[in-house]
């Protein structure tokens, strides 16, 4: 697996490490999300190198790895866990949401903050007789001791509603109330406000399903893509946090193709924040983008 037809770097000396991750076992409505990491990839041949809101092409300046793919649940705790992820960001694709806190587990340290984008909640100690449900992911990031900033939820369980209400490790943010300007800018400024490590996990349903229709448990309303921009923006050019990983997950790919480069896109956008907040802009042009030939 490549991304943007780039040669993989090792894993010592690459800046970006990528983590497919096509784990599925508790979807309850459109199946096909462990085929996202593949689809995604191969979407990511088709974007220009050249960013266009920061003005560089980042992939000059930054090495990529992209990692063997996981399928099975059990290994991507430990898998993690042996990735040496110092100065470099982990981005992982799943794969349904329940990877989440496999990750979490082995590159955080306990009171970071979770910025969670989801249509839906999560928050079920189990689901359907599963404790690794995809319903699951928010209460057990929670139990590993974490902070969450939840932003564009739109569908929830009644005891999920109190929870979000009365937990004081979550800072809620519904997808109704920040179609308020006042509202968004909160949420944006509480980003800009963050100390110390920080997880973004992003659920592809967050989005408007008319911008993103492959998704296995779509929601009427969601985010729009500069939406999303300005979070990452926040994020990474906050100069008081670490972002210590990044997750995709939750898309089914489907036929227009649409979704997926959705979400390449999405993923270059994060690849070029990080880098130009980190500084590599500045450095020399020793990239994956220096070792190929291209028109």
Known sequence: MQYQFLPNASLDDADIVILPIAYEESVCAKEGTKEAPLAILKASEQLEYYEEDLLWSPMKYLQVRVCEEISEYEKIASFVSTLPLKNKLLLSIGGEHSITPEITSQCLDKK??????????????????????????????????????????????????????????????????????????????????????????IDMDVFNPALVPGVGTPQPGGIDWYFAIDIIERLFFNKKIVVKGVDIVELVPESSQVSQVFAAKLIQKIISFWGKSQGFDTKEMCGSQMSIEYE
């Not at 189990?126 to 932003?151: D, F, N, R």
């Not at 109190?162 to 997808?175: K, P, Q, T």
């Open 112 to 201: 970071s903050t979770i910025v969670f984008l989801d249509a839906h909640a999560d928050l079920r100690a189990s689901y359907q007789g599963s404790t690794k449900s995809h319903a699951t992911p928010a209460h057990h990031l929670l139990e590993q001791g974490h902070k969450m900033i939840m932003i564009g939820i739109r569908s929830l369980f009644e005891s999920e509603a109190e929870r979000v209400m009365s937990d004081a490790n979550i800072e809620y943010y519904s997808d109704k109330e920040l179609q308020k300007s006042a509202v968004k800018e909160k949420m944006l400024q509480s980003l800009s406000n963050l100390v110390g490590d920080v997880y973004l996990s």
